[in-house]
């Protein structure tokens, strides 16, 4: 796999541009968060979702009832066993999220340099001229010359289905505001987003909690994305939570950096949080376009070095209702690999477009096309220096493992783990080949029963470059045994068989623990 790499800076044939990708039981190395909505979310579609690329669904509870993400879940667990393909559960929280409500749901057409009343009595019907909304605090919270965007669902940045307002006038708790472009909002869900001013509202609401502490429980949710995360605090306050709701206390949680609040405090809350997803639909309102690109790269770059998953969103929007991207999108999708992302997150291309399984295999399709142009030497060189010296035991044997299946041209590695955890290590050096992560299950106990650890972690690296899971017997111990060694390391290498990664002579290093020490050998296979 890693023999086809090239790099930027040498010379690329321009005939092998044209030849057409050979498809791989892997298609990237990048994984593919996708949202399951009205478009999404038969069985049949999952399915397909999941075979072209899917490893993560996401319900976002911004819109729709417990009662329709439970029928998309079940649905989403039907097609994982039809597919054979594991995929992680993450919940998006609705947060302090401002929106018009528009009973009627009749399209308003607004008309540039017309005025519009923003108000908080809801039991007022939309019209051009006003727009009731769900938060009473508006008028407290903005001034004249204050910028406020409407759009519906997620932001596009289309003027025909989005609107900027410039605030002229606050009348008690009316926000009165000048429209700047016209524009026609069709549909029940607008978004209001308030440009660098903060909302006086808890990150995890009330409703938020509920939603948590019922369907996130009984369906044991692997990831929690925590929408407009401004501070360190956030996420622990969101741990806290979780920690007091039995399996969740395994929860990951993935800050959602979507304002200059969160921009600003980006550090401890990369500290506190087991990943970032960067929210560019909001962010692309609080800064300027030209500034956009450079948080991208820096927050990236940091979440590298940390060696946590960093999620970027809203990068081919027109495939909502197009069957291919613009080349600028296809673009955008490429230079997210080279910065460095884990993941791409699809919002409402998938949820409500017209062509779910077609946008993940052609994200899938640029991600793996990128892959093989990533500089590995220069960044693996970049994550050493970073990490600095004396590394501890289990990152300088990570790095070591990944520097070795490159000398050797290793197909793959191999890594046995119960917590998940070596396996994320060796994937922060971004090996050019797939990392298959063996977990082991653990028996563990809460005093009231006994129950198998594992299933958690192996879906949770499924948001990780580079990293699938394999989840192993739990007869055999992540420790190594002369007993189960061969056992176990016959059903990776098998899997990695079967999914095409591993021939016949092929060298694989394989990471795993031997009593107290963790080793890395290298195997050459016979035929």
């Not at 999941?50 to 911004?62: K, P, T, W, Y």
């Not at 998006?92 to 009595?121: A, C, F, R, W, Y």
């Not at 699938?468 to 990776?492: G, M, Q, W, Y």
Request: with cysteine.
């Amino acid at each position: 796999m890693h023999s086809t790499n090239l790099l930027l800076e040498e010379p690329i044939r321009m005939a092998s541009i044209l030849e057409p990708s050979k498809p791989t039981f892997f298609p990237a190395m990048t994984k593919i968060v996708g949202t399951l909505g009205p478009k999404s979310r038969s069985v049949e579609i999952i399915s397909s979702c999941l075979e072209s690329g899917m490893s993560v669904a996401r319900f976002d509870f911004s819109w729709g009832d417990a009662e329709f993400h439970q029928e998309t879940l079940e649905n989403l667990r039907t097609a994982v066993k039809k597919s054979k393909k594991l995929c992680a559960v993450m919940l998006d929280t609705g947060g302090p999220e401002l929106q018009v409500v528009n009973k009627s749901e009749h399209p308003i057409s607004l008309q540039v340099d017309s005025l519009v009343v923003l108000t908080p009595d809801q039991d007022k019907e939309a019209t051009p001229n006003l727009l009731p909304i769900n938060f009473s605090g508006l008028s407290k919270s903005v001034k004249k010359g204050d910028t406020i965007f409407i759009g519906q669902y997620l932001f596009t940045g289309s003027e025909t289905t989005s609107v900027w307002l410039e605030v002229t006038e606050v009348k008690g708790e009316d926000v009165v505001c000048l429209i700047k472009n016209s524009a026609t909002l069709a549909g029940p869900l607008y978004t209001l987003h308030v440009s660098q001013i903060r909302i006086e509202l808890p990150t995890l609401t009330d409703k938020d909690k509920k939603v948590i502490s019922s369907w996130a429980v009984r369906n044991k949710i692997d990831i929690l994305s925590l929408s407009y995360t401004r501070n360190a605090e956030d996420v622990r306050h969101a741990r806290e939570f979780l920690s007091k709701l039995g399996d969740l206390n395994q929860t990951q949680i993935f800050a959602k950096i979507e304002n200059v609040e969160g921009m600003g405090n980006f550090d401890e809350i990369l500290g506190e949080a087991d990943g970032i997803i960067l929210s560019r639909g909001n962010l692309g309102i609080d800064l300027p376009p030209e500034k956009v690109f450079l948080f991208q790269k820096a927050a990236v770059h940091r979440c590298n070095m940390a060696g946590k998953p960093a999620v970027v969103t809203r990068v081919v929007d027109s495939m909502t209702d197009n069957l291919r991207p613009t080349r600028a999108e296809a673009t955008d999708v490429a230079n997210a690999v080279l910065d460095g992302s884990d993941a791409i997150l699809l919002g409402a291309e998938t949820l409500r477009g017209l062509y779910p399984v077609e946008t993940i295999s052609t994200v899938g399709k640029i991600c793996a096309e990128a892959e093989k142009v990533y500089n590995q030497d220069v960044y693996f060189k970049r994550a050493v220096k970073c990490v600095g010296e004396p590394m501890t035991h289990l990152e300088s044997i990570a790095s070591s493992a990944v520097r070795a299946a490159i000398k050797v041209k290793a197909s793959v590695i191999i890594c046995f783990t119960s917590s998940g955890r070596a396996a994320r290590l060796i994937a922060k050096y971004r090996p050019p080949m797939p990392v298959l992560s063996v977990v082991i299950p653990r028996l563990q106990t809460n005093q009231l029963r006994w129950t198998f650890s594992g299933a958690f972690q192996a879906r949770q690296s499924l948001i990780v470059r580079g990293v699938f899971p394999i989840l192993a017997d739990p007869r055999h111990p992540a420790e190594s045994t002369n007993a189960t060694d061969e056992s176990i390391l016959k059903v990776a290498l098998d899997h990695g068989k079967t999914a095409g990664v591993i021939k016949p002579h092929d060298r694989v290093v394989v990471f795993q623990k031997v009593g107290d020490s963790s080793v890395v050998k290298i195997i050459e296979l016979e035929n």
